[in-house]
């Protein structure tokens, strides 16, 4: 989990709405038992989750394309979830809360079940070092733990430019009863492929030639 709230200098700046950053930062302490997100968005709307928002690309675009749903970013780096929450509050968006924990933690231990609509992991880490393969984000644990906090019917979109790494995320998710492989190339869900691409792609222009993409609905 991360070591509490992130901690950022003179950037708050209301919003024309009144957000501030603070209200959509959220602290460790917020999900220190089962996450609820009744409690979180003060509301029931539909939930999606995105893990790795990196500088909030996709998450601030569908965001605002989606305002009738709730969107919590999981970003482990302090200072990009605080810029992400920064972003949101530019553009006044109350639907945005933004976490800044390890994902697979989060997930294993602290996910309410049955609670998410839309899961969304676009470019994860791919670790390519064998040392460090340990650290990747799909593991049968964690997989395990993405399907059970998805709503019957609830969809995950998987994208990823590291085909060694797209081997083994269908290898742990292609042969689960629990999932239903389905199109990828839903508009409703998933931002233009030019948003999805990895920061590092984006800045060295090397993002968008070999791009591999999973999609499921949880039966």
Known sequence: MSRGRVKYKSLEQASPSGLQISDLLLAAEEVAE??????????????????????????????????????LGLEYMGKFAMYIADRAVRHGLGNVRVLGVDASHLFLHRM?????????????????KKRHHKRRLFQTSFVDAA???????????????????????????LDRQELEPIDFTDPEAVAEPAVLQTNFAVRYGQGGESIYQLAFRKK
């Open 147 to 173: 399907i059970r906090s998805l709503k019957a019917g609830g969809r995950w979109y998987i994208q990823t430019d590291h085909a060694e790494y797209f081997e083994v995320m269908k290898a742990v998710t």
């Open 112 to 128: 309410c079940p049955a609670c998410i609509d839309l899961l969304h992991v676009y470019h994860p880490d791919p670790w390519p």
């Open 34 to 71: 089962t996450v609820n997100f009744g409690r979180i968005f003060g509301n029931d709307r539909p939930v999606e989750v995105e893990i790795g928002s990196g500088k909030g690309g996709f998450l601030i675009e569908a965001a605002q394309r989606r305002p009738g749903h709730n969107f």
